[in-house]
């Protein structure tokens, strides 16, 4: 479609949805923005006193500005002034102290005849109102928002002075990528100026999983290593590195493997599943024999390192009907469990490579929840009683700490896989107080928060699991049902709010390097590679509830009779 038919296509279907603003204001005012895909949006805005008056501007504008070039231009955006109030900048600046940073969710004008005019999006795109990661609330960013704001008026006099006057409004808008129909943009809100998901269905779910595991994939170098992750507003990259999260994130990327089968995600799975196991693991003797570490920057074992290799590499294994990982396997788990007081159950945090003495007897509560589960994990795939013995052990130090009082998403994981092979009271108790006062958290947290989801799909296992032990149901006399599935499926939706739509990632520097994937809106809409992760596997769960009615439990797999034929012949490969 060519340009001008897009153009043509977002008049037809905006004009039975635009009405003209209330006295003092321009009865019209809109704003069309475009990009190629590769670059930030051009935004260009026009007023009228009337819907007539507005397109016949906007034409004009059209024509000044585009030209020739018009039909390379991927992505359009129409959006419209639904309402507007009267402010100053000091009285403006006063309104960010309680919005929570890069939460505004209203643009901006600069003069009462609407002329020159921000969306939201291009304010929080330029971090225009983000004042740095110290700052919880929005803030003014006096430099940035000049530096923008001189691109698209030059000759705006920069008067952000306390008593200079100021307008936010609000807007709502379509979107036309050149090949469907223009969709509806939402309005005002946390959800605003996103494309309007009606049913989230099995189709869109596994749209949510193709788009996010190619952006992961795209992520992986030759080497096997990961682009970490990017500051979006100004495409910078994030310098740092960690080997939990690059091992982490290849679990997810196996778990959405499963699902699409994608021949380019496999090759980078591959790749970055070399780095993992030729440059991140080393092995150290420990008494039971050779233990293998995951090591991090700076010579750390963590003991969540070697919990997310054992969960990578357990469902690679399954996934691949491989027993290739099986010895490295058993090196890891001994890892954990050099980890692990033999009295008492509890787990040391973090090591010193080579020495393996200990760093940090805590660090966070993470790490347990995550060795517990990818314990479990490998005792699914092997049927070792070894693995799940520790996992017991640490249970049993699990609950006599209330540790279900972190409402941890790796500790769900865990004790809905436990419950599987032991179906106990004490776990379904564990289980259920890990999430039972938390649902209005849930329901109500401002931010994304994906491992939300992640801890809501494991505990809905669980529940189903429960239902079938008359014995134990009485465990559920006062668990609220009904507000846990609301819980669930709100969470599931609002998840939406953190995904780069194109229509989103078109106002940033680089949309290319971000569409499809998912961001941490508070955190500047950060792109790291374990953000992407664990929108990922709560959605790869969300999935199956999808597809088989509710549940998640994972089905018995071929990979377990080859692992215990394996285990039999001493570890050799079986491929």
Known sequence: MSFANRVERLRIDAEPLISHLARPWPGVVLFLSTSDGHSRARVLQVTGKTLADAWRLLDAEIDQHWGAIEDSLRWLRLDWVTAVRSSTWGRFREDLKSVKRNYCRQGLALDSRLSRAFLEQELNANAMLYGGSKIPHA???????????????????????????????????LFCDGTNPPLALLPSGRHAGRRDIETLDEACVRGLIGRASSYLATQVQNSGRFNYGWHPCFDRPIRAYNSLR????????????????????ADAIARSLGYLTNVLIKTVDVPA?????????????KLGGNAVCLLALSKYSEVAKTSRYLS?????????????DANSGRFVHVLHYPSLAVKSPFRIIYYDGEAAFGLMRLYRLTGDERWLAAVEQAFDWFIAQEHWRAHDHWLSYCVNELTIHRPEEKYFR????????YLDFVLTRITTFPTLLELMMAASDMI????????YCYLLDDFDRDKFERAL?????????????????????????IVGSFFIRHQAFRVRIDDVEHYLSGYVAYLHRVRTGGSVTPKKTFVLKVERQACASGGQRAE
């Open 139 to 173: 803030v003014v960013n006096d430099k940035n928002f000049r530096l923008y704001a001189r691109r698209r008026f030059p000759d705006w006099s920069g008067d952000l002075s306390d008593d200079a006057p100021v307008f936010p409004l609000t807007t709502r808008g």
């Open 289 to 301: 024999g050779p233990a293998a570490f995951l090591v991090d920057p700076g010579g750390e074992i």
């Open 464 to 471: 189903r699991r429960l239902e079938a032990f008359p014995d």
């Open 430 to 437: 564990f289980g259920l107080q890990n999430i039972a006062d």
């Open 489 to 513: 499926e709100f969470r599931a939706r609002y998840l939406l709010n953190g995904h780069f739509w194109p229509e989103m990632a078109m106002f940033f520097k680089n949309p290319a390097r």
């Open 328 to 340: 490295l396997l058993e090196q890891l788990a001994l890892g954990i469990v050099h980890m692990q």
């Open 246 to 265: 690059h091992a982490s994130t290849l679990y997810s990327m196996i778990e959405a493997w499963e699902v699409n089968r994608d021949r380019h995600l």
